[in-house]
């Protein structure tokens, strides 16, 4: 499946995957993305839930919380890549708390604004993910 790109038209409406596992944050999250029109998926908090929804399911990008139970979400990361769904990290680390492989995709730091989401919304669909 390749994903349809966010900010057009025809996007309205996107299915997006939230990998998040602080249940505030999450519930943030997805009322945010109700806010802007589309559909959230999950939320996710456990790694192993949020790579098989990746793999297997229709979605049209990703907001990924980089630690996810304690452990790191590159591998959900990864299989977004092969599927070409573009993806954007939330962490309270900044760019540079990332892997350095992935320190160019988009990346919302938390705190954040509902604007600060839309405004990543907007990031995501000039970004190729990986």
Do not use: W
């Not at 949020?50 to 996810?68: G, H, K, Q, T, Y």
């Amino acid at each position: 499946m390749t994903a349809r790109e966010p900010g057009t038209e025809e996007s309205s409406g996107l299915r997006v995957l939230v990998v998040e596992d602080e249940v505030m944050v999450a519930l943030l999250l997805e009322g945010m993305i109700a806010d802007l029109g589309h559909q959230v998926v999950g939320p996710v908090g456990r790694l192993g839930k949020a790579l098989d929804v990746a793999s297997r399911e229709a979605i049209d990008l990703a907001i990924l919380d980089v630690n996810v139970d304690g452990k790191q979400v590159y591998p959900v990361a990864e299989a977004l890549a092969a599927r070409h769904i573009p993806f954007a990290f939330v962490t309270g680390y900044g760019r540079e708390g990332l892997c350095e492989s992935y320190r160019a995709n988009p990346t919302l730091a938390k705190p954040f604004l509902e604007q600060d989401l839309k405004e990543l919304f907007d990031e995501i669909g000039r970004a190729k993910p990986g």
